[in-house]
C-alpha cells in the first residue's frame, strides 16, 4: 500500500516537469497520495527511503534519455511500486511503438532492478523554425495513465 510517492524527473525543455506535474496533480487529487517532485537535473539526489512508490520520468534529446535519470534508475528501490515514463518528440524514434522500445524496453533492461507497473512514453516538444511547438502532448493521456499507476500503487 502506497501513501508517499516520489516523482524524479529531468528535463531540459520542460515537458517532462509538465507531465510530471500533471501526474502529482492526479496522485493527489484523486488518491489522496502525498506526493513529492524532484527534478534531478537541480537538487541532489533524493533518499527513495521515506517514499512508498516512486515514479520516474525522463526526456530524450538524440537517442539518449537523459544521464541523470540513467544515475537515478541505478538506485536500489526494494520492493516498492515504481513507474517510469519519457517525453519525446517523436523524431528519432518517429512511431510510438519505436519508441517505446528505444527509450523504455532497452533503457530499462539496463536496470534489472527497476521493474515497473506502468510505463509511458509520452510527447515533448520540438523546435519549428526555432519556435518550441507542442508535439504530441496530451495531459488527458497523462492523466489517464496517472489513474492508472495510481491505481496499481493502491494494489
Ligand atoms: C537537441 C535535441 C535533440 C532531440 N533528440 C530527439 C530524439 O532523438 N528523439 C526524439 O524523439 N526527440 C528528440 N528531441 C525532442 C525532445 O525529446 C523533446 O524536446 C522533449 O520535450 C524533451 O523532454 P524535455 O522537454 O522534458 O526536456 C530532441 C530535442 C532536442 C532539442
Redesign the pocket.
Known amino acids: 500500500m502506497v501513501d508517499k510517492v516520489l516523482i524524479a524527473?529531468?528535463?531540459?525543455?520542460?515537458?517532462?516537469?509538465?507531465?510530471a506535474e500533471k501526474i502529482a496533480e492526479v496522485l493527489r487529487d484523486k488518491f489522496n497520495y502525498w506526493v513529492d517532485l524532484a527534478n534531478l537535473g537541480e537538487q541532489s539526489v533524493p533518499y527513495v527511503g521515506e517514499y512508498s512508490g516512486v515514479i520516474v520520468?525522463?526526456?530524450?534529446?538524440?537517442?539518449?534519455i537523459?544521464p541523470e535519470t540513467e544515475f537515478f534508475l541505478a538506485k536500489d528501490f526494494g520492493r516498492r511500486p515504481l513507474a517510469y515514463f519519457?517525453?519525446?518528440?517523436?523524431?528519432?524514434?518517429?512511431t510510438y511503438e519505436e519508441?517505446l522500445i528505444?527509450?523504455t524496453t532497452k533503457v530499462l533492461a539496463a536496470y534489472p532492478n527497476f521493474k515497473p507497473v506502468a510505463t509511458e512514453a509520452f510527447?515533448?516538444?520540438?523546435?519549428i523554425l526555432g519556435v518550441?511547438v507542442a508535439?504530441k502532448?496530451d495531459m488527458a493521456k497523462v492523466a489517464v495513465w496517472a489513474d492508472i499507476v495510481g491505481t496499481k500503487f493502491g494494489e
Open positions: 524527473y529531468t528535463t531540459k525543455s520542460g515537458a517532462t516537469k509538465k507531465t520520468g525522463t526526456g530524450v534529446q538524440k537517442g539518449r537523459y519519457t517525453c519525446s518528440g517523436f523524431t528519432y524514434p518517429k519508441t528505444a527509450y510527447g515533448g516538444y520540438i523546435k518550441p508535439r502532448m
